[in-house]
Nanobody
Framework: QVQLAESGGGSVESGGSLRLSCSIP????????LGWFRQAPGKEREGIARVNSAGGATYEDSVRGRFTITQNNARNTSILKMDSLKPEDTALYYCAASPWFDASAPVNYTCWGQGTQVTVST
């Protein structure tokens, strides 16, 4: 199974910005959708942004207008730009790949990264 790799996490103050990157090795033509998820302590993993193979992006309500997901033309790198960060954005952030065109649920993603920590302080 393909192992994705996230980078770019860290600690910032409220209102700050971070840029997460996801490297996707292997046969990217099999990827229908790239997604970013996060999981805070004691909470379930939630999808926050995804981009399909046609370039269409979808965002979860709490991050819409603050986060931007992109992918390069080769579809082997995905970027999650996070602005106006809030303490409630603190979580372990994962990127994932799905063979389906527009997958929302984590169960539909077959390849995952190890996660990168984002901590936002007041």
């Amino acid at each position: 199974q393909v192992q994705l790799a996230e980078s770019g996490g860290g600690s910032v103050e409220s209102g700050g910005s971070l840029r997460l990157s996801c490297s996707i090795p292997g046969h990217t033509y099999t990827i229908g959708c790239l997604g970013w998820f996060r999981q805070a302590p004691g909470k379930e993993r939630e999808g926050i942004a995804r981009v399909n193979s046609a370039g269409g992006a979808t965002y979860e309500d709490s991050v819409r207008g603050r986060f931007t997901i992109t992918q390069n033309n080769a579809r082997n790198t995905s970027i999650l730009k996070m602005d106006s960060l809030k303490p409630e954005d603190t979580a372990l952030y994962y990127c994932a790949a799905s063979p389906w065109f527009d997958a929302s649920a984590p169960v539909n993603y077959t390849c995952w990264g190890q996660g990168t920590q984002v901590t936002v302080s007041t």
